[in-house]
C-alpha cells in the first residue's frame, strides 16, 4: 500500500506529544486494505509513514527492542508489500533519536523521528505503549469480521434447516457480537504506560480497554523475545495481594537464613 485513496474511513486515532514533536497515530481503511498512518508535526514541518496493518506488530516488536536496549540500537530493515522501511538509532545534542525511513517501491522515501525522551527512554516507550493498543484494536476489529461472518454462516444455516424459522420467524437477522469503536482518549497516554527493568530483562505495564473493558497488559523483552499477559481489570487487587504474599514470603525467608548465620557459632563479622 504505497498511498492512500479517497473514501478511507478512520477506525482508530491516537496522539502523542514527545518532547517538541506531536505523533499522530490513525488506524484506516479502504478498499485495498487497513493501514496505520503515523505523522510527525513540529512547528515547521510534517512527514508522514504509511504500515500496513500486518506491519504494526513488526514496528511493536522494533520498539519493544529500542526502548529495552538490548540490540546495541543497530540499525534495521523491515520490508512489507511494496515498501521498505529502515529504523536507525542517531544521538545530537538534545539525545537519542530514532529516525524511521519509509522507501517505497518507486523511491520515495518518508522520514520521522522519534526522540528517546529521557535517559529511560520515555519517548520510545509510549511510542511503543500507542502502537500496542493500535494493533490491539486492529486484531479486536478482526476477531469481530471473522466472528459476525461465523455467526451469519450458523444462522444462515439454520435458517435453511429449521422449520420454526423458515415459516414463523421473518424478522431481521442479528449477525452477532459488534465491538465498540475503540477509545479516542489520549489524556491518560503519558500515566498508564509503565516500564521497569529487572537484571536483563524488561517490563512493559499498559493499561488499556476494550469492548470487554480495561485491563492490564504486562509484557516481558528479553533480547528478541516478547512475551505477554493479560489480566482483567477484576483482577488486578487479588493480583496485587498475591504478589504481595510472595514479596512477604521472600522476605521471611531471607530473615531466617540471616538469623541462621548470626546463630552459627563459627560465624564471625
Known amino acids: 500500500?504505497?498511498?492512500?485513496?479517497?473514501?478511507?474511513?478512520?477506525?482508530?486515532?491516537?496522539?502523542?506529544?514527545?518532547?517538541?514533536?506531536?505523533?499522530?497515530?490513525?488506524?484506516?481503511?479502504?478498499?485495498?486494505?487497513?493501514?496505520?498512518?503515523?505523522?510527525?508535526?513540529?512547528?515547521?514541518?510534517?512527514?508522514?509513514?504509511?504500515?500496513?496493518?500486518?506491519?504494526?506488530?513488526?514496528?511493536?516488536?522494533?520498539?519493544n527492542l529500542y526502548s529495552n536496549g538490548d540490540d546495541k540500537f543497530e540499525s534495521k530493515e523491515l520490508q512489507m508489500d511494496t515498501k521498505v522501511f529502515y529504523f536507525d538509532v542517531g544521538e545530537n545534542p538534545r539525545g537519542r533519536f530514532l529516525k524511521i525511513s519509509e522507501v517505497s517501491a518507486a523511491s520515495v522515501r518518508s522520514t520521522i523521528i522519534v526522540p528517546s525522551g529521557n535517559d529511560a527512554d520515555e519517548g520510545w516507550v509510549q511510542f511503543r505503549h500507542v502502537l500496542a493498543e493500535i494493533?490491539?484494536?486492529?486484531?479486536?476489529?478482526?476477531?469481530?469480521?471473522?466472528?459476525?461472518?461465523?455467526?451469519?454462516?450458523?444462522?444462515?444455516?439454520?435458517?435453511?434447516?429449521?422449520?420454526?424459522?423458515?415459516?414463523?420467524?421473518?424478522?431481521?437477522?442479528?449477525?452477532?457480537?459488534?465491538?465498540?469503536?475503540?477509545?479516542?482518549?489520549?489524556?491518560?497516554?503519558?500515566?498508564?504506560?509503565?516500564?521497569?527493568?529487572?537484571?536483563?530483562?524488561?517490563?512493559?505495564?499498559?493499561?488499556?480497554?476494550n469492548a470487554r473493558g480495561q485491563y492490564l497488559r504486562i509484557s516481558e523483552v528479553i533480547g528478541g523475545d516478547r512475551s505477554a499477559i493479560i489480566l482483567p481489570a477484576s483482577a488486578l487487587e487479588q493480583f496485587h495481594e498475591t504478589v504481595g504474599e510472595f514479596v512477604e514470603l521472600l522476605k521471611a525467608q531471607e530473615q531466617q537464613v540471616s538469623s541462621a548465620v548470626l546463630a552459627d557459632p563459627g560465624y564471625t563479622k
Open 1 to 63: 500500500m504505497d498511498g492512500v485513496t479517497g473514501g478511507d474511513v478512520e477506525l482508530m486515532s491516537k496522539s502523542l506529544q514527545v518532547e517538541h514533536k506531536l505523533f499522530y497515530f490513525d488506524l484506516k481503511e479502504n478498499p485495498r486494505g487497513r493501514y496505520l498512518k503515523i505523522s510527525e508535526k513540529t512547528t515547521t514541518s510534517r512527514s508522514t509513514i504509511i504500515v500496513p496493518e500486518s506491519g504494526i506488530v513488526w514496528f511493536l516488536d522494533l520498539f
Open 135 to 209: 494493533h490491539e484494536a486492529s486484531q479486536m476489529l478482526l476477531s469481530s469480521i471473522e466472528n459476525r461472518q461465523v455467526s451469519s454462516q450458523v444462522l444462515l444455516k439454520f435458517q435453511k434447516s429449521s422449520p420454526i424459522n423458515a415459516g414463523f420467524y421473518d424478522g431481521p437477522v442479528r449477525n452477532g457480537p459488534t465491538v465498540a469503536p475503540p477509545s479516542n482518549d489520549t489524556s491518560r497516554m503519558s500515566s498508564t504506560a509503565r516500564v521497569l527493568r529487572a537484571e536483563q530483562k524488561k517490563f512493559f505495564f499498559d493499561l488499556g480497554s
